[in-house]
């Protein structure tokens, strides 16, 4: 072995040895995620989904508004609610309030987060949803986070996962066979499962590695641009090959006297406007100048496609569109890094990838560590 391959492979050891267990539970909860969507609608198919009539006319869109706040109650002011294209589909409407910004865990940053489903066609109200203790949520925050205040959680993952992207380099370089000859290749690239358990488990951290190192590093690095702001920035910059940043327009409303109500216009004018959106996400004004935001999105899992409206709300009046052709290519691939770390980006065949890739990873500290108590065990033999 060369002194350079000694060096690497010292670099990879103890790389894994201080993060290995936060790329076990990062890789383990990122793998539990993917199909959170499926799952969960499965499981709440009652509350997530209705039975459209015939003649299938919603009713306006600030009736069901005050039944969700009715149903939420005062003190539980609605921030956001998605309405849907399709017709099966109960339209959402959610109320969030941060908790105290110096708590230590998760649960102590939040202080509500839930969410009422309500039938688009009766008014009816299909469901409740607590979104601070749901399963599939808590996942996602052990994952993002380890459960921790983002001020701390964050840069823990984040870190520990620029610490696996050299890992995964240097993984590589220890893979690469000095020599292709057929022995070699067939070393590099088949698990010998009738070998020893020794052997296989090398093989495992080996082999299975090499074929999802590509897609591991993706996941990696789409994660970092969550965890890292600086990251991000980097990210943005080479995309948009400009240090500018991102183009936004904020609109103030004008107090105004109208007899209509302004959420209905603005509503009913978004879905003229964004006849192609599958989903559109509206946001209540906050505060006596504030807007209304309006996202009309495109896809019925991803979220990158959106083209945005601002509404005076007062008045209903469209302030300001900003659509996503107008994007600029640093500004569409930070948006897409959500749809790209889950894999929907790609449909159900990138969310199985995302899947194995996940599994995979969770499974190199592990194997990772077996090979070396099995080295520490020979070397302490002789």
Same mark, same amino acid.
């Given at each position: 072995?060369? /002194?350079?391959?000694?060096?690497?492979?010292?670099?990879?050891?103890?790389?894994?040895l201080?993060t290995?267990l936060?790329?076990?539970?990062?890789?383990?909860?990122?793998?539990?995620?993917?199909?959170?969507k499926?799952i969960?609608d499965?499981?709440?198919?009652k509350?997530?989904?209705? @039975?459209?009539?015939?003649?299938a006319?919603?009713?306006?869109y600030?009736?069901l508004f005050?039944? #969700? @706040?009715?149903?939420?109650g005062?003190?539980?002011?609605i921030? !956001?609610s998605?309405? *849907?294209?399709?017709p099966?589909? #109960?339209?959402e409407f959610?109320?969030?309030?941060?908790?105290?910004?110096k708590?230590?865990?998760y649960?102590?940053t939040?202080?509500? =987060? @839930?969410?009422?489903?309500?039938?688009? *066609?009766?008014?009816?109200?299909t469901?409740k949803?607590?979104y601070?203790?749901d399963?599939? &949520?808590?996942?996602?925050?052990?994952?993002?986070g380890?459960?921790?205040?983002d001020t701390?959680?964050?840069?823990?993952?984040g870190y520990?996962?620029l610490?696996?992207? +050299?890992?995964l $380099?240097?993984?590589?370089?220890?893979?690469?066979?000095?020599?292709?000859?057929?022995?070699n290749?067939?070393?590099?690239?088949k698990?010998k499962?009738? #070998?020893g358990?020794k052997?296989v488990?090398?093989d495992?951290?080996?082999v299975?590695?090499?074929?999802?190192?590509?897609?591991?590093?993706i996941l990696?690095?789409?994660?970092?641009?969550f965890?890292?702001?600086w990251f991000?920035?980097?990210?943005?910059? +080479?995309a948009?090959?400009?240090?500018?940043?991102?183009?936004f327009k904020?609109e103030?409303?004008?107090?105004? $006297?109208?007899t209509? &109500?302004?959420?209905?216009?603005?509503?009913?004018?978004?879905? $003229?406007?964004?006849?192609?959106?599958?989903?559109?996400?509206?946001s209540?004004?906050?505060?006596a100048?504030?807007v209304?935001?309006?996202?009309g999105?495109?896809?019925? @899992?991803?979220? =990158?496609?959106?083209?945005?409206?601002?509404?005076?709300q007062?008045?209903?009046k469209?302030?300001? /569109?900003? &659509?996503y052709?107008e994007? &600029?290519a640093g500004e569409k691939?930070?948006?897409?890094?959500?749809?790209?770390?889950?894999?929907?980006i790609?449909?159900?065949?990138?969310?199985i990838?995302?899947?194995?890739?996940?599994?995979?990873a969770?499974?190199?500290? $592990?194997t990772? !560590?077996? +090979?070396w108590l099995?080295?520490?065990?020979k070397?302490?033999?002789k």
């Amino acid at each position: 072995m060369t /002194r350079f391959r000694k060096i690497i492979g010292q670099i990879h050891l103890w790389l894994g040895l201080i993060t290995g267990l936060i790329v076990l539970i990062v890789s383990i909860t990122g793998c539990l995620f993917v199909f959170q969507k499926e799952i969960s609608d499965l499981i709440h198919q009652k509350t997530f989904f209705v @039975e459209p009539p015939a003649a299938a006319a919603t009713l306006p869109y600030s009736t069901l508004f005050k039944k #969700a @706040e009715q149903t939420l109650g005062k003190d539980r002011p609605i921030n !956001f609610s998605t309405t *849907y294209k399709d017709p099966d589909h #109960a339209w959402e409407f959610m109320t969030y309030k941060a908790g105290d910004p110096k708590a230590l865990t998760y649960f102590g940053t939040i202080d509500y =987060y @839930e969410s009422v489903f309500i039938n688009p *066609y009766t008014g009816a109200v299909t469901g409740k949803y607590d979104y601070k203790y749901d399963f599939f &949520n808590v996942v996602k925050f052990i994952h993002w986070g380890l459960l921790l205040n983002d001020t701390y959680g964050q840069p823990i993952v984040g870190y520990s996962t620029l610490i696996f992207v +050299i890992m995964l $380099i240097t993984g590589m370089i220890m893979w690469w066979p000095k020599k292709w000859s057929k022995t070699n290749i067939n070393k590099s690239f088949k698990i010998k499962w009738k #070998a020893g358990f020794k052997r296989v488990v090398y093989d495992l951290h080996n082999v299975s590695g090499f074929y999802v190192m590509l897609f591991t590093l993706i996941l990696a690095l789409t994660g970092m641009v969550f965890a890292m702001k600086w990251f991000q920035t980097t990210v943005y910059v +080479i995309a948009s090959r400009s240090i500018t940043p991102p183009d936004f327009k904020q609109e103030k409303s004008q107090k105004s $006297i109208v007899t209509f &109500n302004p959420m209905d216009k603005a509503f009913d004018t978004a879905k $003229i406007l964004l006849k192609t959106a599958d989903r559109i996400a509206f946001s209540p004004a906050s505060g006596a100048d504030g807007v209304i935001y309006v996202n009309g999105i495109i896809g019925k @899992e991803t979220y =990158y496609h959106a083209d945005a409206l601002q509404f005076d709300q007062y008045s209903g009046k469209l302030l300001h /569109r900003k &659509n996503y052709s107008e994007q &600029n290519a640093g500004e569409k691939l930070i948006g897409m890094n959500y749809d790209i770390h889950v894999g929907a980006i790609l449909g159900l065949p990138g969310k199985i990838i995302a899947f194995i890739a996940s599994l995979v990873a969770a499974s190199l500290p $592990i194997t990772g !560590f077996m +090979i070396w108590l099995n080295r520490k065990k020979k070397k302490s033999k002789k």
